[in-house]
């Protein structure tokens, strides 16, 4: 019976840990999903025609920072990804509200 509940709370435990990795999996796969959708509407002809060239090299300078970022924190938490997309999404509009 002891055994049954250390497995019991073992599965518990695990739970636990692997929501909380899925949470942190989807924000950074989020974030990386955002880099590339800004950097495709910058491709894209309609948006491209609408900011100058300063703004688009400022646009694409973020979004490359963004993704070294994500290079080289592999390991970060929920929180941090989610704090990254927020800074990128407020930078993102400032540059596309300029235009």
């Known amino acids: 019976a002891?055994?049954?509940e250390k497995m019991v709370q073992d599965a518990e435990k695990y739970k636990a840990d692997?929501?909380?990795q899925k949470e942190r999996i989807e924000a950074k796969n989020g974030?990386?999903?955002?880099?590339?959708?800004?950097?495709?509407?910058?491709a894209d002809e309609a948006v491209a025609n609408k900011l100058d060239?300063?703004?688009k090299k400022k646009l694409n300078d973020i979004v490359d920072s963004t993704l070294s970022w994500?290079?080289?924190h592999?390991?970060?938490?929920?929180?941090e990804f989610d704090a990254k997309q927020k800074e990128l999404s407020r930078n993102?509009?400032?540059?596309?509200?300029?235009s």
Do not use: C, M, P, V
């Open 2 to 4: 002891e055994q049954i």
């Open 18 to 20: 692997d929501h909380k």
């Open 31 to 42: 974030l990386e999903n955002y880099a590339y959708s800004i950097r495709t509407s910058i």
């Open 53 to 55: 060239a300063a703004d």
């Open 70 to 72: 994500l290079d080289t």
């Open 74 to 79: 592999q390991g970060a938490n929920k929180e």
């Open 92 to 98: 993102s509009r400032k540059r596309k509200r300029n």
